[in-house]
């Protein structure tokens, strides 16, 4: 069953005003040629009948149906006699004839997903939209035009007209027969509450009438009460005018840069109190420095925790006894210089003595500390550094196994548990010992069954610390075996494994006469061989010299925090130990700064003297905080220096290279290996700074 329905087509613009007919040549009028096409919907068997122009290509008829159905034409394809129309044919092309009716099929390319909705006309009339008009031109001879019926929905204006009495029907006008012009749309709003509002403003006038009618006269009275009377001065000519207006200018020039002076005034006034509270800040700053610093010190003498507070007691143990030697000397002579002598000796004997049992303390307050940091070293994922920054970290099998012990020990080293929470930690360390069968673990495990027995018992907690330390101290050499715990072979001194013992660079030291491993050795960038362990010259340094180095510890510490802020690949300061930055301080830059003589260390750095290449003994100088700040702006410090300032420096440079002759050798190798490519700081400072000291450094630094 089909439902055939007429709708009307957008007209054709040839068919606009039947006056240009007769001018139009023969192309012009096969071009006004239509057709009728009845095309049928293939889902649901609708017929839609159109009138449409033989020149037009069926691209329009597609776009034509797509916008009445509501659908993209990209979807619909027209059949005519069972094959698909190129949308670029038009009906002429496709033997169709003028004024001829031919029916079509409109099918959905993708039925399935989209199938062609049902046809709703727009209106519902029963008049066919397109009718078929024949004109008889002579006797023999007719022609065939078809009419397309055009319906809009508008109300009529009526604009005149006549009624017929008898019949009572209404005759309008022509012009309301015809559908009113539109105004193209251009996109443009013409109508809005501001174009279509009245500003009105009310004003009081005087007409001119009313103006020459203010006067007395017979009948009418103004009064002259608020009358002024005005004279007239005397002429003024341009010149005269010209003068005073240079006067009046002059005046207010006088006073508008009195205005700006006084302006500047208060801006200098306000940048020198405000330089001067800046300068009051920093001297209070560096006081409360130094003060600290001072608090310290006296706090390190007093409770040494670290080597570098007992290295400052030996350090002031030693200058003290110095001067109570040249003391000696000085007023003292003879036996009574030898008695003093002896007093004297015996005097820092006692000290020394009291400095061990600061040793004894300290161990025992850092034994804790120091099981804690390796446990977590030991716990730590691996980790890996981006250029970007941000850091990548992965958990392995070992570094979760490391966690769980290391939890574990924290757990039984607790204090104040109660009794059920005892008994807990000691199952769970018994579950955790028992997976591996061996003597050590055999042994923590009868001690984990006593100390559950005495609880149970109801023995005191004073009398089981001998026996927690037992257990604790076994578990802790549990941890420390690498078969329990393989993440702990790569922080422990002694290598477990043979492959990697043979590996590992084994030297041998003279003092003490024993073998240890090559990061067991200090070797200074200037020295040619391997001398004593490091041990060896901590005992050297406490019973000979008893020199201080915490200070030039501090100043390598932020010589290599600002060399890593460069990222600009620096290895040498890398390279460079406590003992080679003591010599570049005291024997080439004489302890002091270069340009203020300055001579407090923690008040003095070691900047680049040329900041576009890196830090070297041969490209530094020893400036103050302040002076370092203004000397790494300077771009060519060639010329904003002195020639006699330059030859100064130039010539530090040149004891600095004769010094590290090897150091020189290790950077150009070095930078040859490396060619031009930048090299990230934070892989150099991993590689080279961990390595420091060791006399494999420099070959793996340059490596």
Same mark, same amino acid.
């Given at each position: ?39 049928? $919907?293939?889902?649901?068997?609708? +017929? ?7 020149? /037009?290509?069926?691209? @329009? ?22 094959? *698909? ?14 004024? +001829? ?28 939209? *397109?009718?078929? =008009? ?15 019926? %055009? !319906? ?21 006008? /022509? ?7 539109? !105004?193209?749309?251009?996109? &443009?709003? !013409? ?24 006067? #007395?006269?017979?009948?009418?009275? =103004? #009064? ?36 700006? /002076?006084?302006?500047?005034?208060? +801006? ?10 800046? @300068? ?31 290295? =400052? $007691? ?16 000085? &007023? ?6 030898? /008695? ?7 005097? %820092? ?7 061990? !049992? ?62 059920? %929470? ?49 257990? #604790? ?9 690498? &078969? ?38 200090? =070797? ?31 100043? $390598? ?69 302040? %002076? ?14 002195? @020639? #006699? ?59």
């Amino acid at each position: 069953m089909t439902d055939e329905r007429s709708v009307p087509f957008p007209p054709v613009p040839t068919m606009i005003n039947d006056k240009d007919e007769m001018n139009k040549d023969s192309n012009q009028e096969q071009e006004t040629k239509l057709a009728t096409v009845k095309m049928l $919907l293939e889902s649901n068997g609708q +017929t839609v009948t159109v009138a449409f122009p033989l020149h /037009a290509p069926v691209i @329009e008829l597609l776009t034509h149906f797509a916008k009445e159905l509501r659908m993209s034409a990209n979807v619909l394809q027209i059949i005519f006699k069972e094959k *698909v129309l190129d949308t670029h044919l038009t009906l002429s092309q496709v033997d169709v004839e003028p004024n +001829t009716t031919v029916s079509m099929e409109l099918h959905s390319k993708d039925p399935v997903n989209q199938p062609l909705p049902p046809y709703r006309p727009r209106q519902d009339i029963s008049m066919p939209d *397109v009718i078929t =008009v024949r004109i008889n031109e002579d006797v023999d001879a007719s022609r065939d035009i078809v009419v397309e019926i %055009e !319906r809009n929905n508008i109300r009529k204006p009526y604009l005149g007209g006549m009624r017929d009495r008898m019949t009572g029907k209404e005759y309008h006008n /022509a012009s309301a027969q015809t559908i009113p012009p539109q !105004r193209p749309d251009k996109g &443009t709003i !013409r109508y809005c509450r501001d174009t279509q509002t009245i500003q009105s403003k009310h004003r009081v006038i005087q007409t001119t009438n009313e103006q020459s009618t203010q006067m #007395s006269k017979p009948g009418y009275f =103004v #009064s002259t009460d608020n009358d002024r009377l005005i004279t007239p001065h005397p002429y003024q000519t341009a010149d005269e005018k010209f003068e005073i207006i240079t006067k009046k200018a002059i005046i207010i020039q006088t006073y508008f840069r009195r205005w700006l /002076a006084k302006r500047d005034v208060n +801006t200098l006034r306000v940048a020198f109190e405000k330089r001067m509270q800046y @300068e009051l800040e920093q001297k209070q700053k560096q006081a409360d420095e130094r003060q600290k610093r001072y608090q310290h010190d006296l706090e390190r003498r007093l409770h040494p925790r670290t080597k570098d507070d007992f290295d =400052v $007691l030996y350090a002031a143990l030693e200058k003290w006894r110095e001067e109570e030697i040249a003391k000696i000397n000085a &007023t003292k002579q003879g036996a009574a210089r030898k /008695a003093a002598l002896a007093l004297l000796v015996d005097e %820092e004997t006692e000290l020394l003595a009291t400095i061990d !049992r600061y040793k004894t303390e300290a161990q025992k307050y850092n034994k804790e500390a120091n099981i804690q940091r390796f446990l977590e070293r030991v716990a730590q994922p691996k980790k890996w550094k981006r250029k970007d920054g941000t850091t990548t970290e992965m958990e392995t099998p070992y570094s979760i196994r490391a966690r769980e012990l290391m939890q574990i020990y924290n757990t039984i080293t607790m204090k104040f548990l109660t009794l059920d %929470e005892r008994l807990d930690i000691l199952l769970t360390l018994k579950h955790t010992v028992k997976e591996h069968e061996c003597r050590l673990t055999e042994e923590i495990i009868q001690l984990i069954d006593r100390e559950a027995d005495l609880l149970m018992r109801g023995t005191k907690e004073e009398s089981l610390t001998g026996l927690r330390e037992r257990i #604790s101290t076994l578990f802790l050499q549990y941890i420390k075996t690498p &078969t329990f715990n393989p993440g702990v072979v790569r922080h422990l001194k002694v290598p477990q494994d043979p492959v990697s013992a043979t590996e590992q660079k084994t030297l041998y030291c003279r003092s003490c006469q024993q073998y240890y491993p090559s990061t067991e050795f200090s =070797v200074s960038s200037t020295n040619a061989k391997i001398g004593k362990c490091r041990q060896c010259l901590r005992l050297e340094n406490i019973a000979n010299k008893r020199a201080d180095h915490t200070k030039f510890k501090f100043l $390598l510490k932020k010589i290599e925090k600002e060399e890593c802020g460069y990222n600009d690949g620096a290895s040498c300061v890398f390279l460079l130990t406590v003992s080679d930055m003591e010599y570049m301080f005291k024997n080439i830059w004489d302890s002091h700064s270069v340009l203020s003589e300055e001579s407090d260390i923690y008040n003095l750095t070691f900047v680049r003297w040329n900041r576009n290449e890196e830090f070297s003994p041969w490209n530094c100088i020893l400036l103050t905080l302040e %002076e370092a700040t203004v000397h790494l702006r300077i771009e060519d410090v060639e010329t904003s220096y002195s @020639e #006699s300032f330059c030859k100064k420096i130039r010539y530090k440079h040149a004891i600095s290279r004769n010094h590290f002759t090897k150091l020189v050798e290790h950077v150009k190798n070095n930078q040859q290996q490396q060619g031009n490519g930048p090299k990230d700081m934070t892989v150099t400072a991993i590689k080279v700074g961990r390595q420091r000291g060791t006399p494999s450094a420099m070959a793996n630094a340059s490596a």
